[in-house]
């Protein structure tokens, strides 16, 4: 097996090609921080993965240490193979964008992760018309009986990690959650790097 090691900055996304069978690792070296992720088929970016199908097959609105996110057409995209956070993974809001950042009451232009997102798929040559609902890694939504929702801070630790497989040929799309409005990275409302280790079959 070859790992190699990534950064993900603040506030910025990034692709990256994972064959079936590899693994990608997500370190939150500071607990706080929320990664917007996606996967398109490589072999068809437009099979994207759905979040609506991955909380049907899963019988959950969270996601959870073994259960799968599911593209369009159901297919397993990725299994959620090791979690060391306390396992609370959100499904149901959408990628912040500059709409959102314009209701907050930003003037000026604001990172968003649905911009992270196209940036990250044009680097590789794709282009979606659409943004796709994200998977949010450690964003901590809690949702009351009464189907309310609250934005908290992530519970996740420093050190804190995901470990994620490919079940088919997937571009995977991380977003370092640019939101410093809202307390969703931390009450400090500080975005920060994200660590990522590519783990792939072979020798070096
Ligand atoms: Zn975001």
Redesign the pocket.
Known sequence: MTASHHILPARHGAAYVLNAGEHALVRNPYGNQ?V?TWALALANPEEHSAMEHTRSVNSNIFFDNGQQVVSIHRRPMLTLVEDTSPGRHDTLLC???SA?YRELGCTAPHR???D?FHEAIGNHGVSLSFTPA?L?LFMNVPVAADGSLDRLPPVSRPGDHVLLRAEMDVLLVL?A???DITP??GADHTPRDIELEIRREGAA
Do not use: F, R
Request: hydrophobic letters at 15%; aromatic letters at 0%.
């Open positions: 929320v917007d990628p912040c964008s959102i968003s992760c649905t992270n994200s949010n977003s959650c640019p939101q969703i990275n």
